[in-house]
Nanobody, 123 residues
Framework: QVQLVESGGGLVQAGGSLRLSCATSNRAFSMYAIGWFRQAPGKEREFVAGIAAGGGSARTADSVKGRFTISRNNAENTVYLQMNSLKFEDTAVYSC????????????????WGQGTQVTVAS
């Protein structure tokens, strides 16, 4: 398993931007696909974006497509989620997760999770 730490959340006005980071000290980080998920109060956990271990393939959910971008820097053991044009409905706890193999949109496929970071968008 790999220990993950998210950062970058906070309070932002609608239309604003935030960049979340998912970092680890594990030197095998480049062998893991990473997924970003979010969970709003009273709602199920939702896939946001995923990126392959080498960074050559990535996908974002339809709900954030064109606004969110996932990227990674394996030299820095970090995955980023750039969030632009934020909407009130983006308010949630955002968590990153790791798995061997390719990224998927199912949270059940991931073996390691960070503690999450709160993103609050004021309307």
């Amino acid at each position: 398993q790999v220990q993950l730490v998210e950062s970058g959340g906070g309070l932002v006005q609608a239309g604003g931007s935030l960049r979340l980071s998912c970092a680890t000290s594990n030197r095998a980080f480049s062998m893991y696909a990473i997924g970003w998920f979010r969970q709003a109060p009273g709602k199920e956990r939702e896939f946001v974006a995923g990126i392959a271990a080498g960074g050559g393939s990535a996908r974002t959910a339809d709900s954030v497509k064109g606004r969110f971008t996932i990227s990674r820097n394996n030299a820095e053991n970090t995955v980023y989620l750039q969030m632009n044009s934020l909407k009130f409905e983006d308010t949630a706890v955002y968590s990153c997760a790791a798995r061997r193999g390719f990224y998927t949109s199912s949270s059940n496929d991931y073996i390691s999770w960070g503690q999450g970071t709160q993103v609050t968008v004021a309307s």
